[in-house]
């Protein structure tokens, strides 16, 4: 992961391109709580041009579940992938969703042990997967990450750190596997892979864009990361996404 300055995504990266992006962070702001988070008409109106100018190659792809993303966005047929690559709704309507770990209702209820003695911290029970929230609770972040890190050796789940908060989910998929599974779609499969995304738990997905003869777009700060171009914030994505759908070739 070099760590020098990346470039902006040039005008017409989306020409011959299939689109992915992350949710939280990337489309929308982050937010003290999963469900405080809501998506305007503007934004939907931006994925049904996206999905216009890409010939529907156009998917999100994020750690909430799939099925709360679809609802966040109405029923607009996109390919939505939940839970870091272990749910996938297409926008045919098929379905594949992993097994639910048997570990996770136990992990749960450690989780909001610790929730209930901890103000501000939050437990959000997901399909797949359980996590403790302390954006609220910034304190208690070495707690919640002790007691994700000891649920996710006991119930043999996967740990998965995020910002300003961790979860406990389903072994086997990440973000990385997630971009392979789409672009293995027969009208995805002569496209290069595009993966818009800001947090640690992205790098796969950027990871295997560049394989696959894509790039990855980091939202946010600079870092050490697999991207190769980079966008300030969440307003800095939404214009260049409006861009783009106006550079066709």
């Known amino acids: 992961m070099p760590d020098t300055p990346l ?3 040039p005008a017409g990266l989306l020409d011959g391109a299939s689109l992915f992006l992350d949710f939280d962070g990337t489309l929308v702001e982050l937010a003290e709580r999963p469900d405080a988070v809501a998506v305007d008409d503007g934004l939907r109106a931006l994925m049904r041009r996206l999905a216009q100018r890409l010939d529907g190659r156009v998917a999100i792809v994020s750690g909430r579940p799939a099925g709360q993303v679809q609802a966040l966005f109405g ?3 996109m390919t939505v992938v939940g839970s870091h690559g272990m749910e996938f709704r297409w926008h045919d309507g098929r379905v594949r969703v992993a097994d639910r770990p048997e570990g996770l209702a136990q992990a749960l209820a450690a989780m909001h042990a610790l929730a209930d003695r901890t103000p501000g911290m939050l437990v959000e029970d997901k399909p797949l997967g359980a996590a403790l929230h302390f954006r609220m609770a910034p304190g208690a972040e070495a707690d919640a990450q002790a007691l994700a890190t000891e649920l996710a050796a006991r119930h043999n789940l996967h740990l998965q750190p995020g910002k300003m908060m961790v979860e406990v ?3 086997g998929g990440d973000k990385g596997a997630a971009i ?3 672009m293995s779609e027969p009208e995805l499969a002569s496209t290069r892979p595009l993966f818009m995304g800001d947090d640690h738990t ?3 997905g950027f990871e295997a864009a560049a394989a696959l003869g894509g790039a990855g777009i ?3 700060a600079p870092r050490p ?3 190769i171009y980079r966008l300030n914030d969440v307003q800095a994505t939404l214009a260049w996404l409006e861009a ?3 550079s066709a070739a």
């Open 7 to 9: 470039p902006a995504p």
């Open 75 to 77: 029923d607009d047929g």
């Open 169 to 171: 989910r389903a072994a």
């Open 180 to 182: 392979r599974t789409l």
């Open 202 to 204: 992205d790098e796969p």
């Open 218 to 220: 980091l939202i946010g």
């Open 225 to 227: 990361t697999n991207a």
């Open 244 to 246: 783009a759908c106006g």
